[in-house]
């Protein structure tokens, strides 16, 4: 099982520090949704994980091996991502010979059968593709490389919601007959929300969170009734954002309820989605924290 680790990353752009001391370790064969609001850092954190730009501090290991100048631990990695690395003038199926010749193998089977299903032409050139298409056959090409850890930046861009759907589906499939581990940057929280086994959150430059959703489930209750009960009830807990319809109001507790306190009867403690935790998380001011 190989390991992917960032250890102490630090990134600005000038005087903007844009990545502060990140460590994180990414674990093969989990699907991986990276979140964070515009300009939290993501492709930042991508392309450095893939040494196409480098950090002021900090490295990035595979099994222990720093990855910089590292072709064979880079050659573990791929990076999808909205910037286009082929030539426009190169047909499909060239860029799939030559990126075979790259990463020392390609499953053209899989490569051919997906372009059937999205109807995309791989003797097409890559110039002519539109925007949604060339999403798409840069997917594809993710999807086919023999890399251990794809990282998959903004994935969708430009896909109708049938091709998105189709995506998620054979992501999933893919996954199952050969397990690797995918880190998929994006904004469509509610759409990877069951794909995803676990969750990295940064936010102003800092991780902000970093479990399984399995975890993370289980500590998103939400708490609604009359407001002072809920507030009484809610006391001393972790309230991370609230709601208020006219005298009906719910918190949003991240972490444990307290077990030695009777639920009011005229409360209901219920749960809340990962797109909640998300905008509750990154809404809170100053939040240098992490959970
Ligand atoms: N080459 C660069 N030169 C200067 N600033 C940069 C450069 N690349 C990124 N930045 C800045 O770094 C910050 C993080 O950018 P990045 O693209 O990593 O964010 P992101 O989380 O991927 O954002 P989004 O979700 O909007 O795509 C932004 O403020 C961006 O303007």
New binding site residues.
């Given amino acids: 099982m190989s390991l992917l680790s960032i250890d102490h990353v630090s990134k600005a752009?000038?005087s903007?520090n844009?990545l502060s001391d990140i460590s994180l370790t990414f674990e093969e064969g989990k699907i991986y949704g990276l979140l964070?609001?515009?300009?939290?850092?993501?492709?930042?954190?991508l392309?450095i994980i893939t040494d196409r730009?480098f950090a002021n501090s900090g490295e990035v290991h595979m099994d222990s091996e720093n990855v910089a100048d590292n072709d064979s631990k880079l050659g573990m990695m791929y990076l999808m991502s909205e910037v286009d690395l082929y030539n426009d003038g190169d047909k499909l199926t060239k860029i799939m010979k030559d990126t075979e010749l790259l990463y020392g193998g390609f499953d053209h089977e899989l490569a051919e059968s997906l372009a059937t299903k999205f109807g995309l032409d791989l003797n097409q050139k890559f110039g002519k593709l539109s925007t949604g298409y060339n999403s798409i056959f840069k997917l594809i090409v993710a999807l086919s490389v023999p890399a251990k850890f794809i990282l998959l930046?903004?994935p969708v861009l430009g896909l109708d919601a049938n091709h998105r759907e189709l995506f998620y589906s054979e992501l999933i499939q893919t996954f199952s007959d050969r397990p690797r581990t995918f880190i998929i940057?994006t904004?469509l929280i509610e759409e990877v929300a069951n794909i995803v086994s676990d969750v990295v959150m940064?936010d102003m430059g800092h991780v902000l969170l970093d479990q399984s959703v399995e975890s993370i489930l289980t500590k998103n209750h939400s708490v609604v009734g009359p407001s002072e009960e809920v507030d009484q009830y809610t006391n001393g807990l972790n309230v991370i954002g609230s709601e208020q319809m006219s005298n009906l109001k719910t918190n949003y507790v991240f972490g444990n309820l307290n077990d030695d306190r009777p639920i009011p009867d005229t409360v209901q403690v219920g749960s809340f989605d990962l797109q909640k935790l998300f905008i509750f998380l990154t809404n809170i001011q100053g939040n240098g924290g992490s959970y």
């Avoid at 964070?36 to 954190?45: I, M, Q, V």
Wanted: glycine share 20%; hydrophobic share 30%; aromatic share 4%.
């Fill in positions: 752009f000038g903007h844009v964070g609001r515009n300009g939290a850092g993501k492709s930042t954190l392309n730009i930046d903004e940057s904004h940064i």
